[in-house]
């Protein structure tokens, strides 16, 4: 598994919430919730030069809403499956808006179980020295047809 470094600025995520306590299958309902009303919120959306979505965010945080890491093991959390939003874009009823503040990341690319690869992602961290500073994040690129990656951050900026 190979690991980038990047620095991200605080962002804005519309998108669909929902928490660990509703029960297995939460997240992938979270995603078709979102992706079957996408046109309520499309117009809210950040775009890249060629006018996709900058990206599709699983954006998570701990029960509080402090955007710390997912409490007892990374099994209790919410979590917001959502777009990054236009920086004054109000999210319409139904959804919820969330800043998510500026890390630096240790990013890399999900191939297979995201379970395993998000335990890869923590020893390599462990292995570095590093520890996380905050949630992780479910990043969706739709430059690279959604290819799936984690955001672990390592650095508040």
């Known amino acids: 598994m190979e690991f980038l ?3 991200k600025a605080a962002f804005e995520v ?3 919430l929902g928490k660990t306590s ?3 299958g939460f997240v992938q309902r979270l995603w078709a919730e979102a992706s079957a009303h996408y046109a309520q919120v499309s117009a809210l959306a950040k ?3 060629q006018g996709r979505p900058l990206g599709f965010w699983g954006a998570m945080s701990d029960l509080g809403g ?3 890491p997912w409490e007892d093991g990374f099994s209790k959390g919410l979590y917001l499956a959502g777009v990054e939003a236009l920086e004054r874009a109000e999210a319409p009823e139904g959804w919820v808006k969330w800043t998510i503040p500026g890390f630096e990341y240790a990013c890399c690319k999900v191939e297979g179980d995201p379970r395993a690869a998000l335990g890869e992602a923590l020893a390599f961290l462990d292995e570095s020295g590093l520890s996380l500073a905050g949630a992780v994040q479910d990043y ?3 430059s690279e047809e ?3 990656y ?3 951050p390592v650095r508040r900026l």
């Open 5 to 7: 470094r990047r620095e």
């Open 14 to 16: 519309i998108g669909k």
């Open 22 to 24: 509703e029960g297995e």
């Open 47 to 49: 775009l890249d030069e």
């Open 66 to 68: 402090n955007f710390l």
């Open 140 to 142: 969706l690129s739709p």
């Open 146 to 148: 959604g290819q799936p």
């Open 150 to 152: 984690l955001y672990l």
